[in-house]
């Protein structure tokens, strides 16, 4: 439940949007102006201003939002070390897009003029990235308090419904905006993962393009240098691949004799791969975490 190594290792664009987030919320906190930045009826159909839907979607309202939202951001770097970048890119305009749309729907359904009905933050991509969150990370542990069932997963959720009741209405209703476009994405609905993210990343020029962008703005990560991560289609499930698919798409002769440190292994499993294909990726890796991420989701493609 740790989201893989600590920092941003193979997540670049994650920490650019972590660093915007945090800069954004600081800028306009010292301005005064945070509170002013809630989206409204005559922001989406009176004056339009360019320069508030950007900063709506990185700043944060207040300093407790800023600290959950940042945190959920940095956990969901795993969808990213996933995906990879570029296709982690797209996945951020999409959720962002198509939650502004089904914001631009709400408040024409709503027609207060009067009120800001939308808090500023990035609430469209966390609560969007709640929906691979549920459906794929498996919960690893349960247990007990005061008897009441929890899991590992359980404070992801209490962090998530914390900062989708931070500002009440105004708050709920871009985080159910983004919970929407979330699903819409994992379902595909009218191919829509194939029209944005094609599987041959050459012919996807924009996520590429943004995830240089993004790559370049990042500062230094800890830790090793990130090197670019496969893609793959959709944000789902990772099945399990048996140790003989990984020995016909590489050979032994890659393999090492050494055993695989076992935090190289609970990194691989944290990221949705079962543990005895992620050993024998290490083994034909010689324990090297990003290459064996490599063998794994070529794996998956055959």
Known sequence: MNGGPSGFNNAPVTRAFIIASALFTIFFGIRGRSSSLGLSYQDFFGKPHLWKFIASIFTFKSTPELMFGLYLLYYFRVFERQIGSNKYSAFIFFSVIISVLFEVFAVAFLQDPAGNLITPGPYSLIFASFVPFFFDIPVSTRFNVFGLRFSDKSFIYLAGLQLLLSSWNRSVLPGICGILAGSLYRLNVFYIRKAKI????????????????????SLPSMGSPPRAAPTRNVVGSIPSYPARQLERNYPTSMQSATEPPEDAISTLVSMGFDRHSARQALVQARNDVNVATNILLEAQSH
Do not use: D, G, H, Y
């Open 198 to 217: 094609l599987a041959n990343v050459s012919t996807s020029k924009l996520p590429e393009f943004v995830a240089t962008i993004f790559s370049r703005l």
